[in-house]
């Protein structure tokens, strides 16, 4: 049969499928173009093996380095040695096997927080921009209320009220961190939403959650990555906040903020024990903050040269 016999279907499908052909042939140019700028940008490029290098250190850090966290024979506070390389705290718990679990755990925090808060503000933002109305009215100023609230202040009341375990803190601070990914994906969807494709997804009788995920979400795909990477940095240092005034992690659970929050007054005397996880903490927020930067340039259209 031919295809172009009258009705039309043949040749619309024929058409359909050339459109699609040629929307999966853009995308992925537009990818290798993506991934060509952010390669190009040294900085961010160094952040991303010392970001990997220390994630390494947290999560494989225990199968080289096989002193148990929990392990106090050895006497207290002894100097770095080949035995102990960064020594031992007051309690003699090798301060290496403290400084590995410290950086996992902070990492998963971080990371938690980071991709718990992204989906529950994109999900906001988006409904608020396209739906408007009450919808818009509702989550804005839902988001409103939440920027004025001291997060740091309410996150340990929660803490110390529930438990310190990592988990409970990462999901409370996840709860005071989605806002800006909220108000900055509302605006977002609110420019995408006047667009041709999107007009014709609803002509198509596309559902609300067909048009967010499928059409508007991949469209600020580059706006969500940066957010994303910002609200590790975030944080890692939210988490170390809390946890070294004694209102974060608690032990047996260990972070960075509760390790310096631990040995902060040694730092005269011993002042490894400080100074590791403290430069720890500084190394995984600049390392992420340039990767944001990276990815920023890489994902905006109107660059044509990459910073290094």
Not at 31 to 44: E, P, V
Not at 115 to 125: D, P, Q
Not at 201 to 228: D, E, K, Q, Y
């Amino acid at each position: 049969m031919n295809p172009a016999a009258p009705g039309g279907g043949g040749t619309t499908a024929v058409v359909g499928a050339r459109a699609s052909e040629f929307d999966a042939t853009q995308a992925r140019k537009q990818s290798t173009l993506i991934i060509k700028r952010f390669l190009r940008h040294r900085l961010a490029m160094v952040s991303l093996v010392v970001f990997l290098l220390i994630a390494a250190f947290g999560f494989l850090g225990p199968v080289f380095w096989t002193i148990p966290v929990d392990d106090a024979s050895a006497r207290g506070y002894l100097p770095p040695s080949l035995e102990h390389p960064l020594g031992t705290i007051q309690t003699g718990k090798d301060m290496l096997a403290q400084l590995i679990v410290g950086t996992r755990l902070s990492l998963a925090i971080s990371l938690v927080v980071a991709l718990t808060s992204t989906v529950v503000g994109v999900v906001l933002g988006s409904l608020a921009g396209y739906l408007r109305g009450a919808t818009d009215s509702v989550i804005s100023r839902l988001t409103d209320l939440m920027l004025i609230i001291p997060s740091i202040a309410v996150s340990a009341i929660l803490v110390r009220a529930l438990s310190g375990s990592w988990y409970t803190v990462a999901l409370i601070l996840a709860t005071f961190a989605w806002m800006s990914t909220a108000r900055i994906t509302r605006g977002e969807t609110l420019s995408l939403s006047q667009r041709e494709f999107i007009e014709a997804a609803r002509a198509s009788g596309a559902s609300t959650p067909w048009v967010i995920f499928r059409h508007l979400v991949p469209n600020m795909v580059g706006t969500i990555t940066v957010n994303t990477t910002l609200a590790v940095a975030t944080a890692v240092l939210s988490e170390a906040a809390l946890s070294f005034i004694g209102l974060g992690v608690q032990s047996p659970d260990t972070s960075l903020g509760l390790i310096i929050s631990e040995n902060y007054s040694q730092i005269t005397n011993r002042p490894w024990l400080f100074w590791g996880p403290f430069v720890v903490i500084v190394l995984i927020s600049l390392a992420v903050n340039f990767i944001g930067d990276g990815l920023r340039d890489a994902f905006d259209p109107r660059q044509t040269k990459v910073r290094s």
